[in-house]
């Protein structure tokens, strides 16, 4: 592909295609084609609705690479997922791997590296070829609700570190890589997805805490940047970084140097629904410096029926633009320029045509969980062990507490196809191998520990687990109200006999500081449930160390 030539060659349309990243829900393919097909979209958001199974991906995928190839210039798409281990897609046939969170945890890249490679190749089996990962976020704000576990950590050095062996590791996939939120999601409370939120850091905290770990993955040749809608007081006072020519003009390309494809986050979350049109948005994102401008499945106002007309009128909106002169040619053809760019760059990837015998040997298979099971053996942390229970004699008799109430788990399975895509709580995959290893073993829900029978429900047991979780969720919170009820009831009664595991992160510690035993694993995924298990068990050694600070502990976050 000579992308000078094409580019040249490029009717006005042809290069505004190229210039969205689109999406469409479930199996809409109707909708699909006018996209690819009529209106040249050159990019497409995958989600694990789209993609909820090895043989749906592999038929997707190459449906979608039709509709590119029945275009005059039959230029391949980027289809482009959120798999990023707190989120994920082919859910739960793929190895999403224990997360970020638990990954920083291990303290060591090779391990970040290794699930890197594994997304890579799974992603490439079935016909995806990008990844909107890694997170370079550094998470210092505890009561951050949309990045969490879905960053590496808090602290700069360790993030730079992961980040750059996460980049390296999709490449040696064979994918596409972006690192988000730039220029740093890490010190948020209010999540994205439901409003513009504000950094008021100095610059130069920016520079040392924020930006860090995003030098280093541009230094790893990451091939795209993902902009946040959030704004930056230091560098900008009035524009979220999506739509400020100063941070994605001055700093990311000036400053730190980054020549490649500059995306947007979802131009549907509400950060940009409630402030602007979505005409306005887009003309000001491309003029400010995106380059590929995403509008992911999450639309709020949900109607699927009007989510093509939504999309087409705002190509349309973008074109009238170029053609008053406010969005200038120029711009246009910058932007074009490195989209094709990437394509050529990694022209063999995308041109490359899946098989199913190929996805089903590949995605899941016994070596990749293998590499996502070390990788969360080496993240787990006994934080506390007061009374000395670890590890855990086979024969002992356990109550074995699921602190979340199970209506709290229906919301999993409701943020389609965009967040975990475990619609399996993680604490069954717990009891699953806990079955495995103990063998005296009482079961009790959340409702079995109301207060007026806790009492009676735990009688003279030899030990109390109690188990809690949290998940990463697109514009809600998953519901944690019984977990605390529950633990804090519990530490009255029978410290001594109790054991807490976090399958999610620790910043619950915040609100129960004196825990006499709690274990963590960072993670809600099976193999951190696994692993959690086998640490339990004496069957593998803690060696996790928190990636984060817990407020109101003697807890700090470990660096590299």
């Known amino acids: 592909m000579n992308f000078e030539q094409l580019l040249n060659d490029m009717t006005l349309d042809e290069k505004l295609g190229q210039m969205f990243l689109l999406a469409f829900e479930k199996h809409r393919l109707d909708e699909a084609r006018v996209l690819f097909e009529e209106y040249f979209v050159g990019s497409s958001y995958i989600s694990n609705d ?50 970020n969170m638990a990954l920083g945890a291990t303290h060591n890249p090779d391990d970040a590296y290794a699930v890197y490679q594994v997304y ?18 550094c998470n210092s704000n505890p009561h951050n609700s949309i990045i969490g576990m879905r960053a590496f950590g808090e602290k700069p050095r360790l993030v730079a570190a992961m980040t750059e062996a996460a980049v390296r590791g999709a490449h040696a996939g064979g994918i596409i890589t972006t690192i988000k939120h730039f220029p740093g999601h890490g010190d948020t409370r209010l999540d994205s997805h439901r409003g513009i939120p504000r950094v008021e850091r100095t610059r130069a905290e ?22 946040s809608h959030i704004i930056f007081s230091a560098i900008d006072q009035d524009n979220p970084a999506t739509l400020s020519s100063i941070i994605l003009g ?22 940009i629904l409630k402030n602007y049109t979505s005409s306005e948005a887009a003309i000001r994102a491309f003029n400010a410096g995106v380059d590929l401008l995403m509008l992911a499945e999450e639309h709020y106002s949900h109607n699927a029926a009007a989510y093509l007309e939504q999309q087409t009128s705002l190509i349309r909106a973008v074109k009238a633009a170029v053609e008053s002169g406010r969005l200038p040619l120029e711009r246009v053809n910058d932007a074009v320029r490195r989209v094709l760019r990437l394509k050529q760059k990694f ?18 298979s ?97 030990l109390i687990i109690a188990v809690t979780e949290n998940y990463p969720l697109p514009g809600v919170d998953f519901d944690q109200t019984s977990q605390l009820e529950i633990i804090k009831q519990l530490v009255a009664i029978v410290p001594d006999r109790l054991i807490v595991v976090a399958l999610r992160d620790p910043y619950e510690l915040a609100d129960l500081p004196e825990l006499p035993a709690y274990v963590c694993a960072f993670s809600f995924r099976p193999c951190a449930a696994q692993a959690a298990v086998e640490v339990l068990g004496g069957q593998v050694q803690p060696t996790g160390k928190s990636p984060v600070s817990i407020p109101n502990t003697h807890f700090v976050a470990n660096e590299m």
């Not at 920016?206 to 902009?227: E, N, Q, R």
Request: some cysteine.
């Open 206 to 227: 920016l520079d040392a805490i924020d930006l860090y770990p995003f030098t280093s993955g541009i230094k790893a040749d990451s091939d795209m940047v993902m902009t």
């Open 250 to 271: 001055d700093v990311l390309r000036g400053e730190m140097g980054f020549d490649g494809v500059i995306i947007s986050d979802s131009m549907n979350m509400q950060a």
């Open 120 to 137: 890579g190749n799974e992603l490439r089996a079935v016909g995806l070829n990008a990844i909107f990962a890694p997170s370079a976020d």
């Open 50 to 99: 789209n993609v909820p199974t090895i043989n749906k991906a592999v038929e997707l995928t190459t449906q979608l690479q039709n509709f590119a190839a029945r275009t005059r210039l039959k230029i391949p798409l980027i289809l482009g997922v959120d798999q990023e281990g707190a989120w994920g897609v082919i859910v739960p046939e793929s190895c999403t791997g224990p997360g």
């Open 366 to 462: 016994d070596a990749n969980r293998q590499v996502e099971l070390e990788a969360s053996r080496h993240a787990v942390e006994v934080f506390s062990d007061k009374f000395h229970h670890l590890p855990i004699a086979p024969a002992r008799s356990i109550i074995l507490i699921n602190t979340t109430a199970r209506t709290s788990y229906e919301i999993l399975g409701a943020t389609r196809g965009i967040g975990p895509n475990q619609t399996t709580p993680a604490f069954d995959y717990f009891l699953e191998a806990m079955r495995g290893k103990f063998s005296q073993l009482d079961v009790r829900s959340a409702d079995d520990m109301r207060q007026s029978t806790i009492k009676s429900a735990i009688g003279s047991v030899e």
């Open 347 to 364: 022209a063999d990837v995308l041109r490359e045509q899946p098989s199913i015998e190929r996805a089903v040997t590949n995605v899941g």
